[in-house]
């Protein structure tokens, strides 16, 4: 069974420094996903990492993939208010057809 | 930019009660999903849709669930008699191949 843990699972920290969210999996997977969720919102896509050493930036956000070592990382730089949200990554299992999901990590920017 | 579009947003039903809830995929998209949001937890896997199909599904979804593509453009997924712990807010999602998801804005379903 395919088990996905992230830590930490909250984060407070002050804007404008840097911090890294980790993302561990049980099993071998080619495909991990990173998702942002605002309260009682659905959630939006901000990567899909396809291949071990896949690394996507977009802003002040950068997501890499080690297939090897069953790990993803999100890293946050100089990070702003707007990024408070709950941060999900999921893994998609070999056969498919289906994600499974890390607890996700509440993060909080104080201004 | 295409988007899933799920009705109703909110429902609040009586425990025992069959509820339908209602997904329209992004047009070109070949493969459905359900999950599960119980507050304040992890996103859940329900069940997956090809081919008019069911192709997985998880222990979740056990006899009270079922799912159907009625008219080749809605997804539904009909829960048959609602229990408290159905509360949960249920996200409906499409993809074009069996990656890069797009999911629908939710539907909170609250048992009473």
């Known amino acids: 069974e395919l088990k996905v843990e992230q830590n930490p699972l909250f984060l407070s920290m002050q804007e404008g420094k840097n911090y890294t969210i980790y993302c561990n999996y049980s099993t071998t997977s080619d495909r991990l996903y990173w998702y942002r969720q605002d309260p009682g919102k659905s959630l939006e896509s901000l990567f899909v990492l396809l291949s071990n050493g896949a690394v996507k930036q977009e802003g002040r956000l950068m997501a890499s993939l080690d297939t090897k070592a069953r790990l993803s990382t999100l890293h946050i730089t100089a990070a702003v208010h707007d990024l408070s949200a709950t941060y999900f990554c999921a893994v998609e299992g070999n056969a498919g057809n289906m994600l499974t999901f890390g607890g996700g990590t509440r993060l909080m920017v104080k201004p | 930019e295409p988007e899933v579009t799920q009705t109703p947003s909110h429902q609040v039903t009586q425990m025992g009660q069959e509820v339908i809830l209602r997904c329209v995929p992004i047009?070109?998209?070949?493969?459905f999903y359900w999950y599960r949001q119980i507050l304040g937890q992890k996103v859940e896997f329900l069940v997956s849709?090809?081919?008019?199909?069911?192709?997985?599904k998880s222990e979740i979804f056990d006899d009270q669930f079922s799912v159907e593509r009625p008219d080749g453009s809605n997804f539904t997924l009909k829960i048959r008699s609602t229990k408290l712990e159905d509360s949960a807010m249920y996200f409906c999602a499409s993809s074009e191949r069996r990656y890069g998801y797009t999911f629908g804005s939710g539907t909170r379903l609250t048992v009473v």
């Open positions: 047009s070109n998209h070949l493969y």
């Open positions: 849709f090809y081919n008019n199909e069911i192709s997985e």
